[in-house]
């Protein structure tokens, strides 16, 4: 094969230690290459030093693969030395496969040098720095909200060992009615009259059911857990207002009852993206800014939205051979940009627009209700849409304009769609179908049982 690049340089990433081999011209033989191996050490100092003996060799081009975070300095340390002249593709290990023959360090770095050099090797998207601060905290985020939910199923287990059934009566445990009513408990009152007492809102209207459930065998050692894990809860919250006021918002434009907010935050550079995206059914602003923090907002690096699709797995799979189609999952992908644009997927289904009538056609056409995976396939495929919609509408920076919920029946002919209806009524039932207008007033629905005729003849 062709060498596209002259001086290039393969890396094999471990926690301890890189193993790096640069391929470069053999300045006696022109037709040869020249290969020279090493090994560093990951402190930093060491990543410089090897950074700096690429610069010296005159390497131009570095691929290492994306093991977990211990790439990540070791990129840093490659910018820094190398500056722009020197390209450092990130690959996916998946793309690479194993090395032939016995596999070791050095020769996974010297494969990797050789497939770099003959152009097999692509990068994967690596967005800039300010993006990646906001992508950090958005799955942090994440990561608190969803040790927050664990904390409170085993706050929920502890209230069911103590036969305290307060979850069946209150729609939110946690609520303002809820906490004051775990507060007590933990602080010794054990009347149920008094618990049931705290309750507020509508809530009151179920005092006698709260009185119920809340004449369990409460004990003091019940109560220090709960207390653990309210605590817990509480440092959650905080953490979780902390990170939001990191991200910030996209501000908040003036109406007629609300004063005009400015943007603030990490996200702040981007409200005018936010907005965009915001006016997409089914994704709000928290979405938006998930969405920017793991694809950026420059799609000038995927060439084509279904090139963006493919990236974060939300394209079907191909398994083809000998022209059979075979049944193939789809690929891993970004599973962060699939849980959030299934979330909103979901939340667009229940919406009259052009994609919530799409979720409902395909939860037809994959089995209803009848199908309890219908819902997950339809989920999916809208989430494929939306991905689709969000590269269009940050390409173009145009708004989205829906389409409608008839979108799918409106372009329907009236005659072919009667036509087949009533083919599909004579096969059923046998039987010959005619179409009759009604003059003056249709008949009353219940003319077809007789039972008209038969308060006309009484």
Same mark, same amino acid.
């Given at each position: 094969?062709?060498?596209?690049?002259?001086?290039?340089?393969?890396?094999?990433?471990?926690?301890?230690?890189?193993?790096?081999?640069?391929?470069?011209?053999?300045?006696?033989?022109?037709? !040869?290459?020249?290969?020279?191996?090493?090994?560093?050490?990951?402190?930093? !100092?060491?990543?410089?030093?090897?950074?700096?003996?690429?610069?010296?060799? %005159?390497?131009?081009?570095?691929?290492?693969?994306?093991?977990?975070?211990?790439?990540?300095?070791?990129?840093?340390?490659?910018?820094?030395?190398?500056?722009?002249?020197?390209?450092?593709?990130?690959?996916?290990?998946?793309?690479?496969?194993?090395?032939?023959?016995?596999?070791?360090?050095?020769?996974?770095?010297?494969?990797?040098?050789?497939?770099?050099?003959?152009?097999?090797?692509?990068?994967?998207?690596?967005?800039?720095?300010?993006?990646?601060?906001?992508?950090?905290?958005?799955?942090?985020?994440?990561?608190?909200?969803?040790? &927050?939910?664990?904390?409170?199923?085993?706050?929920?287990?502890?209230?069911?060992?103590?036969?305290?059934?307060?979850?069946?009566?209150?729609?939110?445990?946690?609520?303002?009615?809820?906490?004051?009513?775990?507060?007590?408990?933990? !602080?010794?009152?054990?009347?149920?009259?008094?618990?049931? %007492?705290?309750?507020?809102?509508?809530?009151?209207?179920?005092?006698?059911?709260?009185?119920?459930?809340?004449?369990?065998?409460?004990?003091?050692?019940? #109560?220090?857990?709960?207390?653990?894990?309210?605590?817990?809860?509480?440092?959650?919250?905080?953490?979780?207002?902390?990170?939001?006021?990191?991200?910030?918002?996209?501000?908040?434009?003036?109406?007629?009852?609300?004063?005009?907010?400015?943007?603030?935050?990490?996200?702040?550079?981007?409200?005018?993206?936010?907005?965009?995206?915001?006016?997409?059914?089914?994704?709000?602003?928290?979405? *938006?800014?998930?969405?920017?923090?793991?694809? #950026?907002?420059?799609?000038?690096?995927?060439?084509?939205?279904?090139?963006?699709?493919?990236?974060?797995?939300?394209?079907?799979?191909?398994?083809?051979?000998?022209?059979?189609?075979?049944?193939?999952?789809?690929?891993?992908? /970004?599973?962060?940009?699939?849980?959030?644009?299934?979330?909103?997927?979901?939340? !667009?289904?229940?919406?009259?627009? &052009?994609?919530? *009538?799409?979720?409902?056609?395909?939860?037809?056409?994959?089995?209803?209700?009848?199908?309890?995976?219908? %819902?997950?396939?339809?989920?999916?495929?809208?989430?494929?849409?939306?991905?689709?919609?969000?590269?269009?509408?940050?390409?173009? #920076?145009?708004?989205?304009?829906?389409?409608?919920?008839?979108?799918?029946?409106? &372009?329907? /002919?009236?005659?072919?769609?009667?036509?087949?209806?009533? *083919?599909?009524?004579?096969?059923?039932?046998?039987?010959?179908?005619?179409? *009759?207008?009604?003059?003056?007033?249709?008949?009353?629905?219940?003319?077809?049982?007789?039972?008209?005729?038969?308060?006309?003849?009484?």
């Amino acid at each position: 094969m062709d060498i596209l690049y002259s001086h290039v340089a393969g890396i094999d990433v471990h926690k301890k230690q890189v193993t790096v081999t640069a391929r470069t011209p053999d300045p006696r033989r022109p037709v !040869a290459r020249k290969e020279k191996t090493r090994t560093f050490r990951t402190f930093y !100092a060491d990543l410089l030093a090897m950074a700096s003996w690429l610069v010296e060799l %005159g390497v131009t081009r570095v691929a290492m693969e994306s093991t977990g975070p211990y790439w990540w300095p070791v990129y840093v340390a490659l910018r820094e030395a190398g500056g722009p002249d020197l390209t450092v593709d990130v690959v996916n290990a998946a793309h690479v496969k194993a090395v032939p023959g016995r596999k070791t360090d050095v020769k996974d770095s010297q494969w990797l040098a050789r497939l770099l050099e003959v152009g097999l090797l692509r990068g994967s998207f690596l967005p800039p720095d300010d993006i990646r601060e906001i992508r950090d905290l958005t799955r942090y985020q994440t990561k608190l909200t969803e040790e &927050r939910s664990r904390e409170k199923q085993r706050l929920l287990k502890v209230l069911e060992a103590a036969g305290i059934k307060l979850e069946v009566v209150a729609s939110d445990t946690f609520g303002v009615s809820g906490r004051s009513m775990l507060d007590a408990l933990v !602080a010794g009152e054990r009347d149920p009259h008094v618990l049931a %007492g705290l309750a507020r809102g509508v809530l009151r209207n179920k005092t006698d059911d709260l009185r119920l459930a809340l004449a369990g065998r409460f004990t003091t050692h019940h #109560g220090q857990m709960i207390g653990f894990h309210l605590q817990r809860l509480d440092h959650l919250d905080q953490m979780i207002d902390q990170v939001k006021k990191k991200i910030g918002h996209a501000g908040v434009a003036g109406g007629s009852r609300r004063a005009a907010v400015a943007p603030m935050g990490l996200v702040a550079p981007f409200a005018a993206q936010i907005q965009l995206l915001s006016s997409i059914p089914g994704i709000s602003d928290r979405v *938006a800014t998930v969405i920017i923090s793991e694809i #950026g907002v420059d799609m000038s690096r995927f060439p084509s939205a279904t090139h963006l699709a493919a990236w974060a797995g939300l394209a079907p799979g191909n398994n083809e051979s000998g022209g059979r189609r075979r049944r193939a999952r789809h690929r891993k992908g /970004n599973t962060h940009v699939q849980s959030i644009l299934i979330e909103a997927a979901l939340a !667009a289904s229940r919406t009259r627009t &052009r994609l919530g *009538a799409r979720f409902h056609r395909l939860h037809r056409r994959f089995g209803g209700r009848a199908n309890n995976t219908a %819902g997950k396939k339809a989920a999916f495929a809208v989430a494929h849409t939306l991905i689709k919609v969000i590269w269009s509408v940050l390409a173009s #920076g145009q708004p989205y304009t829906d389409l409608g919920h008839d979108f799918y029946t409106r &372009r329907v /002919n009236p005659e072919h769609h009667t036509r087949r209806l009533i *083919a599909q009524l004579e096969a059923t039932s046998g039987k010959k179908i005619i179409l *009759a207008d009604h003059d003056g007033e249709p008949p009353r629905p219940d003319d077809s049982y007789g039972r008209h005729d038969n308060e006309a003849a009484a």
